[in-house]
């Protein structure tokens, strides 16, 4: 019976790919006098998987990530001054407010008494700490564990330490590589509500015949999901 | 009675200011041709102060900040190609084996018998869980806590969630700020172990007259003031 649920947070409690995009877009106007878009952003992205392991998730990585490729893509050419954007543009999404999800304040109110809510993100720690205090979700949710990774050896650590069995558990979140896929490893269960954008890095094919896999398309239907759960 | 520490992690059980120190050496030498080391280190501070907030601690702000300095003093004009050197320090420093201060292996596991163990630190989150996995001491300290501040309200949700009264509670470290300070004012103990290079942002002065303010020379005269305080 489940009786704990784990949320991932951006894009799937609130907007944070949106934010990434712009920034994006911001990234291959800088460098629209020297590159095509394509080939800007798969120079950034190749930076960013270089960097991943050293660097980590969030914003001043890609930051550092974004800086490196601009320099690498004009061969050290690029004025120094129009990087300068490239620091400020990270300020801007580190300081950009909270937008929850469409259905986010009322599922996550609504589920709040009937089950263990925990926050389960990845990005940078204090970052991800400040949107969960501006969320206005920690009235309803205890905890809000940022990790450096999310695989199966984090979920088996968190869990343990919040004392919940995987089988009483479900994650809700828009990676299949980060929030579902591990944990229906570990014998929980995955709903997997996609947003609109996502990062190259964590889109990975559903997983094929689980019966702990769920998919939504909205945190809306959240609830009845949990009551046919509840019922079967 | 003590029944549980708190380490410090960086300066207190491994090196670290010093691998700060080499970047900023380095960084004084790139901006030498613009200006005195002087003015370098103060514009470098300033940068790092006005991003604490947004940014939080550890070595992807520490380099951030440091590029947007170097672009600041130099009005724009410095060589993109001479800021790779900036973006490859970060992934030096990132990638630096971890080196134990001396006595923090033989301590910690002199200690582990007797108190239940913790390491508290902050700055980037993977980067210190890097480091503590690579530091052999999670043999003997089974919990490593890496928060984005460390003052009072953190403290007491980290001795809250490990279940652990502030007055059974003694906390080690370099940085009267983070690591002794917040730790008398809940209540508990703090052993104060300088060491020779520190972070402006973290040399304040000592407390004045509190019995539970303890000044060691090093981590080995650690297991000499449990035993006093013991018998006390």
């Not at 949320?7 to 994006?24: G, K, N, Q, R, V």
């Not at 998730?57 to 550092?64: E, I």
């Not at 689980?210 to 939504?216: D, M, T, W």
Request: glycine fraction near 6%; aromatic fraction near 8%.
């Amino acid at each position: 019976m489940i009786t704990a649920l784990g949320f991932d947070a951006d894009d799937t409690l609130w907007h944070s790919e949106t934010i990434f995009e712009d920034y994006h877009r911001r990234f291959r106007e800088l460098l629209a006098r020297y590159h095509d878009p394509k080939t800007v952003e798969a120079a950034l992205y190749a930076t960013e998987m270089r960097n991943l392991d050293l660097f980590g998730y969030g914003v001043k990585s890609f930051a550092l990530s974004a800086i490196e490729t601009a320099i690498d893509l004009t061969n050290g050419t690029i004025p120094a001054d129009e990087l300068r954007a490239l620091i400020h543009g990270a300020r801007e999404m580190l300081a950009h407010p909270v937008e929850l999800l469409d259905g986010a304040a009322e599922t996550v109110a609504a589920l709040a008494a009937d089950y263990r809510l925990i926050v389960i993100t990845k990005g940078d720690l204090r970052h991800q700490e400040r949107k969960f205090q501006r969320s206005g979700l920690a009235t309803h949710v205890p905890h809000c564990d940022v990790v450096s990774e999310k695989d199966n050896a984090t979920y088996a650590r968190v869990l343990a330490r919040h004392q919940i069995a995987p089988e009483d558990f479900l994650m809700v979140g828009n990676s299949m590589r980060s929030d579902i896929l591990p944990i229906l490893e570990l014998g929980g269960h995955g709903a997997y509500i996609p947003y609109p954008l996502i990062w190259a890095h964590e889109n990975v094919p559903a997983p094929v015949d689980c019966p702990r896999f769920h998919a939504l398309a909205n945190l809306r239907e959240l609830p009845a999901l949990l009551a046919r759960l509840r019922s079967a």
